[in-house]
């Protein structure tokens, strides 16, 4: 079964996914990359950056999942460029020639254009489409394996809504952003179709697993 | 050192501790009791109630320091009773004869009223005064013991906000309840204040410890 997947989605305690003011110098607003200092810390993050050392633990067991089983994701335009990017035509995301996706990924957005082919497998479609649709489209691009909802916490949140998310891992930083977007507004109740277990690391993080209640 | 403490206040993961719509008949409006449910399985809480069974283990530890070494409490008026309990002479409290304190109780509000003594050692003084003036009153009442801050959520923002929280016990619930009274409102950057330790319970909360950082 192809499964769609959450994965090391990060949000503070008070449960923001992103900060406020978001920009080109600032992908993540006030928050910076706060949210994501876990993550660094992990072998796997040194292993992707040539470096030694990085903690094996909880948080690099999760971590490693982020692609494994994947075969596409789908991502809101608020993670794909800065505010303002379709007006950029040159404008190629944030992750230079050679993306770490190395799948087709699915950006959903109102202002569609032709596919972007990137180095090492990404290629980015531009879709204006329903949760659900492009959920279908992206499930044919993975071919039998998993679609990875990619984020920002927008996009999350329309998906969990429409109850097309059969997994969520994310990971509750202990810090108070105060202000951004949220994560889990209009949610209530969602515990009701998930059987959901909390970790807490020795980093500081707590990893959540959404696992849908089977029915 | 009489320190200024928080014990097991239970909030949603969506930060919420209590529910909407409060009334003499729902205390915690539409969450109910399922903030608290993780409480109620503990030793702790099967021995006050008489019963046999309950919990052992990380929950069961947490809420025995609830009363350890605590000389007084603080509370706000949406403890003490339902939104307008003030006009109502014959109010004691949702506690009975005998409440559970037995120690003296501040009750904050705009509605003074004389002390109340009831059996078993809580005495219940209701008094119209800032957080720091509370607390230095508490404090003279504690006689050398700590004093706890009992909740609910606004007035546990407006201590921690005046920056005289020494220490915070608080346990996120994994539901999300969407609306009702948040705790985390306002309070961007605490963490800068406090050493967090976040500890999973395989019953599925999570307890968060925040002790004031040195300074």
Redesign the interface.
Known sequence: VSLARIQSFSIS???FGTGEGLSREEPFGHAGERLHQWMFATRWWHEMQGEPGGSRGIDDAFVRLHDVGVGAEIMGAGKFGYPGWHDDPDWQGWWGLEPPFHTPVFVLTHHTRPPLELEGGTTFHFVDAAPAEVLGMAREAANGQDVRIGGGPSMIREFLKAGLVDHMHAV?V??????GVRL????????DRYT?????SPS???H?SYGRTAT
């Open positions: 305690l008070d449960g509750v202990p810090l108070l952003l105060g202000r889990w507004d209009g949610l209530e109740g969602l515990e959901i277990e909390a970790t807490s500081g993080v707590v959540l």
